[in-house]
């Protein structure tokens, strides 16, 4: 079934812009009756069908509304390194927000090559991970952040820090993280992060974990470490 992003929704009617629109009538082919499904990235679900097939704006007619559609009874809130290739990045934005995750924040570590993001093309990933997946609170995307800025941030919830330093005491994260707690977890960048940014996290109440024992890609451990967390609430 067809998926619309519709943040500005509401009463029972909604009419899809003039792209999606033409793109529903004359490349979908979708007709007066047919069902639809309206996300508006607040938590709720909107069951509807179309009522006018017009291609310069689709009339959508809502038949139900589902509140707070598969909410999640925890937050997580990845930081993770900037990469120098941003497809890399892109793809796990795309798979952390099919996961599940609520918040990204990408980092500015002392090995991060890369400082800035294209921000709207970011969103427009977010919006199509949360129209395939099926998501109707949409995966907030944070301001770039130096990595000392964060973690002396007043973050709530298990804090924890990513590393490969295995001369250093790192724990699993079922170990530290359990059903219904919120998670920060920071993912540091293709050269790690420093020992001394290590540190750094230790005294500001970040733990240390690891991602198990292969040495994994920068997006490869931000998945991972977001579907560890949605395996621990399962």
Known sequence: M??????????NQYTLDRNESKHTVKVLRM??????????????????IISDPDPDGCIVTIKSVI?????????????????????????FIEKAVEIGIDQVTPLICRNTEKTGIKEERI???IVAAMKQS?????TVLNPVESFDSFIRRNHHGSLMIAHCHSDMKREKISDLCFRGDNAVIMIGPEGDFTREEVAEALSNN????????SRLRTETAGVAACH????INQ
């Open 134 to 138: 099926l998501k109707a609170k949409i």
């Open 67 to 91: 509140r707070n559609f598969e909410k999640r009874n925890y937050n997580l809130h990845i930081a993770i390194s900037l990469l120098k290739n941003p497809e890399r990045f892109e793809w």
């Open 2 to 11: 067809q998926v619309f992003y519709a943040p500005d929704i509401e009463g």
């Open 123 to 125: 969103k427009n990933v």
């Open 228 to 231: 560890s967390i949605y395996f």
């Open 31 to 48: 007709k007066t009756g047919t069902p639809v499904n309206m996300i508006d990235g607040s938590g709720n679900l909107y069951e509807g």
């Open 206 to 213: 970040f733990a240390h974990i690891h991602l198990g024992p």
